[in-house]
Nanobody, 121 residues
Framework: QVQLVESGGGLVQAGGSLRLSCAAS????????MGWYRRAPGKQRELVAI???????????KYADSVKGRFTISRDNAKNTVYLQMNSLKPEDTAVYYC???????????WGQGTQVTVSS
């Protein structure tokens, strides 16, 4: 069973940057897609960004409208790691960010433990 471990969260001022990492204990090729989701206090979980990760995939991506142009998802197949580069952070980006291994059209059953991102104004 593949385990996912996130890292890279923290406290940053508005306008700053963070890079989240999601390291998989097995091959990310076992998933059709890898995604980043977040849950802010009092809000439902939402998709942030997703990237195809199948062995024959071209690394297609999609983003939530709220992060387009600011966040970039990428993958390193050799390291079985997916990244989320977050630039121009806003206080409304404050949330627990979770890595997920699943499909393009919805999350799968594999979740990381989450990493807290706090953006101060």
């Amino acid at each position: 069973q593949v385990q996912l471990v996130e890292s890279g969260g923290g406290l940053v001022q508005a306008g700053g940057s963070l890079r989240l990492s999601c390291a998989a204990s097995g091959s990310i090729f076992s998933f059709n897609a890898m995604g980043w989701y977040r849950r802010a206090p009092g809000k439902q979980r939402e998709l942030v960004a997703i990237i195809t990760s199948g062995i024959t995939s071209g690394g297609s991506t999609k983003y939530a409208d709220s992060v387009k142009g600011r966040f970039t998802i990428s993958r390193d197949n050799a390291k079985n790691t997916v990244y989320l580069q977050m630039n121009s952070l806003k206080p409304e980006d404050t949330a627990v960010y979770y890595c997920n291994g699943g499909g393009w059209y919805g999350p799968g059953d594999y979740w990381g433990q989450g990493t807290q991102v706090t953006v101060s104004s």
